[in-house]
């Protein structure tokens, strides 16, 4: 039998047990051998197990109380070690968990020490600290959410968000974006990366070259007058903001010309009128925002000009600033702009981010804006500027947000901080973060200079908008009898001069930051591609027949033009931020007359292409067969130049400015520092009124032609709006699209309306592509807003009473058809105003005779 031994000390049981076994396996000498070397089976819940013979030798030997069995001694070895194990594993947590506040300590210690030094650069310890998530929250409750944040933080965090990092003098280092301040990662808050944005992302390093879109600019935006247009592109420039790891595009800039020398009215989306920003810039917020990138609406305000743009001091009446430069401010406020930049200049003698009228009373009380404010590069001036409403200085390594150098009520340190919170929440730009956010200055190395964020369909976009922007000012018959343009296939094309093939070097422009093409503006819209398209190469693309001059030779020219059915000579002119410019002709100007000359001389009729950064002189323009009109698009010009040229894009663009006769005839910038708004209300294209021009505001041709009539008319309504209905049909051969334009007049009922210009835009609206006898109605619907003026006394907007006049037409001085309404006080419901050919298309002739 199996030895009693086997079953523990208790020889009675074992012999109890022993009798059982042997009665169950008889005869006991007949057993097989090999069974009493079996190891003992334990009933162990779950597991069956088999000892071997040494191993159950080894638990006799382990010393236990009487009675105890085997199975007892091993489930008792087995807590024992889980309870070891445990108190180990406790024992390593307590070990880390002092460890890591020993190393939090040395951090707090350490980032203690380095803020009492002034904070300079990173934080000790913050690439390294742990991010959380950042909580979410709702519109309602955003207020609440921001203050438990800021509650949270420290005095130090605290002074991190209210100024950029990352700058070495007037460059900003490497790793870092144009615009960057660091975020609080325990708190899971990001950093604010940004950079510069209205023409795209902006290209600062070599490496960025060919990354990126570069797009047509702002102005080119404007001309096409098409607020849907704007949206889609800037939602694409979004995405690419986004791939970059940018999370603020600085844009849009909507300062409205007050002079064509502006050195950056290209980047202004405003152009002459600020209804033009009025109804675009919403549109550019919302694109952007849309896409996870917060937009920054500037310059705020009056700064229309760069000479002495650090020391000039406009000065302009509020009537002024409300009506006519703030509109653009207040519709992007509307459409949930995160944050405005205040500008350079002085504003009534007082520096525009230390302006309290500006900031606090105007633009956070009056318009309610509750996002923040933003300082331009180095624009503060004094230490006043953050109790005066500007919430953020950039780029922050001028020492003035530092907390010795601020004098700030209690609570304002947290309300400037919570306008940030409540900017970039709302703004969508810290919702849906990508895995792997970069952190300022610590790993944004391949979100700056590896991703590849432009793609075909962005490029295709590019190409769009820059014809979209191609003004159409000049269409005559050539001696066939048909308009020149657009061109024939396998017709026989001379393109003479330099501007025509010009490929711009980016390698060398990116040695200046100033430095202009005539594709690009200079300085921070700049965004550079290896990739640029001249027209030559656009136009050789085509199915045409080129003989190409690249010089501004005429005598290379006239052999060129020799045995062509048709000469296109391109000029251009350059401009950049930091100067304005100094002339409004083009570099090519005589080259261009010559060839004009030519061309009449040698029954060759000749079409100028000519790319200028705003308004221009065209001393050529009589003698030229046709001219289109470029402002800087960005890498693919020269193929929607083509596209326009050859028909494959029907013009549809718009002035934007005035072009006039000659420069005597236009603004100069101001030349020394108190610079006087005097025009008031007349400036943009009103500078014009009642003066002969070359091309009006508002003008631009099409291939084919359209026809205005009043629509049907509807009953009463019971609601404050004035309705206006217009059939626009397409009595052309060509399908196009048009651009409607509506004016409005005031009743000259008291000095104050005298005040104001005889015509203001207050509509527009961009039909849909009409085929040749297709027809389409358009809505118009103007406001209460449209008929008050501000007044200055009582700090509001009065409404004004008496018979206005409405002009609809294709620009300022090409009118269609005319009415007039009465508004009444105390009157709500409004009748649809009737509509008539008008008296006189190149002005609005006032409703009540005076």
Request: hydrophobic share 40%.
């Amino acid at each position: 039998g199996i030895p009693s031994h086997m079953f523990g000390t208790d020889s009675a049981a074992g012999s109890a047990r022993s009798r059982a076994v042997t009665s169950t396996y008889e005869p006991a000498a007949k057993e097989d051998p090999l069974k009493t070397r079996i190891a003992e089976e334990l009933d162990l819940p779950f597991i069956q197990v088999q000892l071997p013979q040494t191993f159950q030798d080894d638990l006799d030997s382990v010393p236990g109380p009487p009675g105890i069995t085997r199975k007892q001694k091993l489930i008792g070895l087995a807590v024992i070690l889980g309870v070891v194990l445990i108190a180990v594993i406790v024992l390593a947590f307590f070990l880390e968990n002092v460890t890591h506040q020993r190393a939090l300590k040395k951090v707090d210690e350490a980032r203690a020490e380095w803020y009492a030094k002034g904070g300079e650069g990173l934080p000790p310890g913050y690439c390294e600290e742990a991010a959380a998530a950042l909580p979410m929250t709702d519109d309602v409750h955003v207020d609440q959410w921001a203050q438990e944040l800021i509650a949270a933080m420290t005095e130090e965090e605290k002074y991190r968000l209210i100024r950029g990092v990352g700058f070495d003098g007037f460059k900003a280092q490497k790793n870092y974006y144009v615009g960057s301040v660091l975020g609080i990662p325990r708190l899971g808050i990001p950093s604010l990366k940004m950079q510069d944005g209205t023409a795209g992302f902006r290209t600062t390093e070599q490496e960025m070259l060919g990354q990126v879109t570069s797009w047509p600019c702002s102005l080119a935006l404007a001309a096409s007058w098409d607020p849907h247009l704007v949206k889609l592109w800037a939602t694409a420039a979004g995405e690419e903001f986004k791939a970059k790891g940018a999370n603020i595009a600085l844009g849009p800039a909507v300062n409205v010309h007050r002079t064509p020398f502006g050195g950056r009215n290209a980047e202004f989306l405003s152009g002459e009128d600020p209804t033009i920003g009025r109804l675009l810039a919403p549109e550019y917020v919302k694109g952007l925002q849309s896409s996870g990138v917060a937009s920054v609406v500037k310059h705020f305000a009056l700064n229309e000009q760069e000479t002495k743009r650090t020391t000039s001091n406009s000065r302009a009446e509020a009537r002024v600033r409300w009506e006519h430069y703030y509109p653009p401010f207040e519709s992007s406020v509307r459409a949930g702009v995160a944050a405005v930049m205040c500008a350079y200049n002085s504003v009534n003698d007082q520096q525009a981010c230390s302006n309290s009228e500006l900031l606090n009373e105007d633009l956070k009380k009056s318009m309610g804006f509750e996002g923040w404010v933003m300082s331009d590069w180095w624009a503060i001036r004094d230490s006043r500027a953050a109790s005066s409403g500007t919430d953020m200085d950039m780029p922050g390594n001028d020492a003035f947000f530092e907390k010795e150098h601020m004098f700030l009520p209690d609570g304002r340190l947290e309300e400037m901080i919570q306008r940030m919170l409540i900017g970039m929440y709302r703004s969508g730009a810290w919702t849906n973060l990508p895995n792997e956010d970069c952190r300022v200055g610590c790993n944004c190395q391949n979100s700056l200079y590896g991703v590849v964020a432009t793609n075909d369909e962005h490029v295709k976009l590019a190409r769009r908008v820059a014809a979209s922007g191609a003004v159409l000012l000049k269409n005559d018959n050539t001696l066939r009898g048909e308009p020149v343009l657009p061109l024939k296939k396998k017709m026989r094309v001379a393109v003479v001069g330099g501007a025509c093939g010009l490929k711009p070097v980016v390698q060398q422009q990116m040695k200046g930051w100033t430095e202009g093409s005539y594709y690009t503006l200079g300085g921070s819209s700049r965004v550079l591609s290896p990739h640029t398209i001249p027209f030559a190469e656009g136009l050789g693309e085509k199915d045409v027949l080129i003989n190409v001059s690249p010089g501004d030779d005429i005598e290379g020219a006239r052999s060129c033009m020799a045995g062509a059915e048709v000469t296109v000579v391109c000029g251009g002119a350059t401009s950049t931020e930091t100067v304005d410019r100094q002339s409004l002709r083009l570099d090519q100007d005589a080259f261009i007359s010559q060839v004009v000359g030519a061309g009449l001389g040698m029954k060759v009729p000749v079409v100028v292409l000519a790319y200028s950064p705003g308004a221009l002189v065209m001393p050529w323009r009589d003698q030229a067969t046709g001219i289109v009109l470029m402002f800087p698009s960005g890498q693919t010009t020269g193929s929607a130049a083509a596209d326009i040229m050859m028909g494959d894009v029907n013009p549809s663009a718009k002035l934007p400015v005035t072009i006039p006769l000659q420069e005597q005839d236009a603004m100069r910038p101001c030349q020394q520092a108190a610079c006087n708004y005097a025009e008031g209300l007349k400036g943009g294209w009103h500078e014009y009124d009642g003066r002969p021009v070359a091309y009006p505001f508002g003008f631009g041709l099409s291939y084919t032609k359209f026809e205005y009539s009043a629509g049907p008319l509807s009953d009463v309504m019971e609601d404050s709006s004035r309705k206006m209905v217009v059939q626009v049909k397409n009595v052309g051969k060509h399908a196009g699209t048009e651009i409607v334009q509506l004016y409005l007049r005031y009743p000259m009922t008291s000095p104050a309306v005298n005040e104001e210009p005889k015509t203001v835009l207050r509509r527009f609206q961009k039909t849909k592509e009409l085929e040749s006898g297709q027809s389409t109605e358009i809505v118009f619907e103007i406001g209460p807003r449209d008929e008050m003026i501000w007044d200055d006394f009582v700090g509001s907007w009065q409404m004004i009473y008496g018979k206005f006049s409405v002009g609809i037409g294709s620009s300022s001085r090409e009118l269609r058809l005319c009415g007039s309404f009465t508004n009444r006080l105390g009157v709500t419901k409004t009748e649809q105003v009737p509509l008539s050919a008008c008296d006189h298309a190149d002005h609005l002739s006032s409703a009540d005779g005076r």
